[in-house]
């Protein structure tokens, strides 16, 4: 039967403290107990149900958990204050002294800059690969590898990971397959097809109202267990935790991210279809040009659609930084980074979000100067929007009128 995540959340009830609607919210960072024996056990990780202090949990983010496994179908989660704040604490559990990861070469910015640049110190090394080339993924493995890492659908190149390969191949040697989920919720469900953990930053579409950050782990009990552990836990050492106001708030928005996932991916296939018939260079996941589309379409729960995600290249960050004022001045959306918000959001990763990585690398890597990476938005009338855009675009001559 098909993975029904939407559902999932759906199908959870809840009773506040009152017969409210929604969960009360847990505002308190300290819990009491009515007997000091009670307070010894739930250190020692033996009182389920007790509430201890705020940075190992709270009801409010338990709530909000419970709604984050229900969508992936994992066994439960941890919420975390930002979605780098689930990606380096999973990492420093998974990894020690000696460890080896093999990773995506095309991740998030934040991530690649720990990897390449952190971890390094704890003596944690890296190989990144094209993960789209499952034999050079295999060739990367040594006998150090714990963890293969990446995102189902790149940042920022939309390149999609082959996550049933990706797991098989975790599998044969025994390793973790960490997958970062942010880009595509609903419309990929990794855990199902084979992924160990999924993380998420909370801060895009599953919030969606660009407010707060937030990030999520999705695993075993085991797993999400041991990262929250008072002895040796990374999520509860670290302490990027979240605030139980902000995880009741991401709970309300979540009941409604079926309905925005549809309308992203819906405009977002608008818009690629005729910036690709126009004669752009368009990267979307739901068209038949894109490499990994047969891959992506194997791998979706096909209601939610190919995601809101997409690029072209304008051949020079002078035309893209151009467009993408123009774009602004004409309220067609934000020229800022971030994604998942109701507005279009766009900027040119080689100079922001992915500008820690090396130019030479972002070269190799297809990573080019003229890329603008659009999050699309909730816009009800997407023709109109069309042809505004397609109106700048004429008026700096990125598209030329007999092309048009
Ligand atoms: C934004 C983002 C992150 C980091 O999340 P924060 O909430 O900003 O810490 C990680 N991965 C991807 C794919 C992202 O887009």
């Not at 409210?20 to 300290?30: K, L």
């Not at 708030?249 to 005729?274: D, P, V």
């Not at 070269?363 to 699309?376: C, K, N, Q, W």
Request: aromatic share 8%; proline share 3%.
């Amino acid at each position: 039967m098909a993975f029904k995540p939407a559902n999932n959340i759906q199908d959870l009830q809840y009773f506040g403290e009152f017969g409210g609607v929604n969960p009360s919210i847990s505002d308190s960072s300290t819990y009491t107990f009515l007997s000091a024996k009670t307070m010894f056990d739930t250190f020692e990780g033996n009182a389920d149900g007790c509430y201890l202090y705020s940075r190992h949990t709270s009801p409010s983010n338990l709530y909000l958990g419970e709604a984050l496994a229900a969508m992936e179908g994992t066994e439960t989660a941890n919420v975390a204050g930002s979605g780098m704040g689930a990606i380096t604490p999973t990492l420093l559990q998974l990894c020690g002294a000696g460890d080896h990861i093999v990773s995506s070469r095309t991740i998030y910015g934040g991530t690649y800059a720990f990897l390449k640049n952190f971890t390094p110190r704890l003596n944690i090394e890296t190989s990144f690969v094209d993960i789209t080339k499952l034999d050079v993924v295999e060739a990367a493995i040594n006998k150090n590898t714990k963890v293969l890492y990446c995102e189902s659908v790149s940042n920022p190149l939309l390149e999609v990971a082959d996550i049933r390969g990706l797991a098989a191949l975790a599998k044969k040697h025994n390793l973790k397959l960490v997958v970062d989920n942010t880009f595509s919720p609903l419309s990929i469900s990794p855990v199902q097809l084979g992924a160990d953990v999924v993380i998420h930053s909370l801060t895009k579409f599953i919030n969606g109202s660009s407010d707060t950050m937030g990030g999520v782990v999705c695993g075993t009990a085991e797993f999400v267990n041991s990262l929250k552990s008072v002895i040796d836990g990374a999520s509860m050492l670290l302490g990027a935790s979240m605030d139980s106001l902000r995880s009741s708030s991401i709970l309300k928005n979540m009941r409604t991210l079926h309905i925005r996932m549809k309308q992203h991916s819906k405009n977002a296939t608008f818009l690629a279809n005729k910036f690709e018939a126009d004669g752009l260079k368009t990267v979307y996941p739901g068209l038949a040009s894109h490499p990994s589309h047969e891959i992506f379409k194997s791998m979706m729960n096909e209601e939610y659609g190919f995601g809101g995600m997409l690029t072209i290249d304008v051949g020079s960050l002078d035309k893209a930084n151009a467009l993408m004022e123009l774009m602004q001045e004409k309220n067609l959306g934000y020229l800022a980074v971030s994604l998942g918000f109701y507005k279009t959001l766009f900027s040119a990763p080689g100079t922001s979000t992915s500008s820690e990585i090396p130019e030479d690398e972002q070269a190799e890597m297809g990573l080019t100067d003229g890329l603008i990476r659009f999050s699309i938005g909730l816009d009800d009338d997407i023709e109109r929007t069309y042809q505004m855009m397609k109106a700048c675009m004429m008026e700096l001559d990125i598209l030329e009128l007999e092309l048009v």
